[in-house]
């Protein structure tokens, strides 16, 4: 309270003998009223500022809670804002970690042929959200099936931007998931892959049926999913 009036006294010392000075004065004095949270306490700050600078005290109550009502607006705006900003965060996280496992099941089956006879026919290019990774995809799965052995120099040298070399180049290296699991690591954190794609895959399938309202698309993907478990089951026994 001493320090309220203190600084109230010496915002008064300032106020000029004109109608304006003083209206920006008693605005000065509702601002900082408005900011205390205790409402008995900010009536008492009212009745006393009222009497002790001659302001009227309902123009300086509706004035106070005018200033409190643009606070809380504030508050809630900047909560709002933040709000939005971590879920944002949260997005972004979800899709790069997806974007990660593409990857790591890209570079998977590209130097390991053992695993891709596992994958095969349980993963499709739909299931990758990435057009690198499905493009990738593709490439390595025609070559396998072609006969052909894979030589990442050579799918490297399909893609003619030195950007796209450069990220190509990057998930086919086998260190993209050798220097993440240990040699006897990378059965079961093939079959953890596998699952995090098709599962990926799969709600994101759902999202589109849901947002469609296609209710009988939504229960088979989610028999689908209910599967899952299964096929990595499958997955760590094959």
Known sequence: REAFFFEAETLHKTVEDTVDSKT???HELARRIASIDDPLERSNYINAVSQKYDIDKKALTDTVNRYGLEAEDRRLAESTRQRISQQRKQVVTAETGRLLTEKLLISMLANEHRLFLRAEGLVDVQDFTDPMCSRLFEIVSDLYKEGNSIELAKIVNRFDDAEEQGVVAEILEPSMYKEKYGENEIDAAFADVVRHVLEGSIEAEMAHAMADNDVE??????NRK?????????????
């Not at 698309?217 to 989610?222: D, E, K």
Request: proline content about 0%.
């Open 24 to 26: 920006k004065f008693d």
């Open 217 to 222: 698309t939504y229960m088979t993907l989610m």
């Open 226 to 238: 209910n599967q899952m478990e299964d096929v990595h089951r499958k997955l760590l026994g094959s």
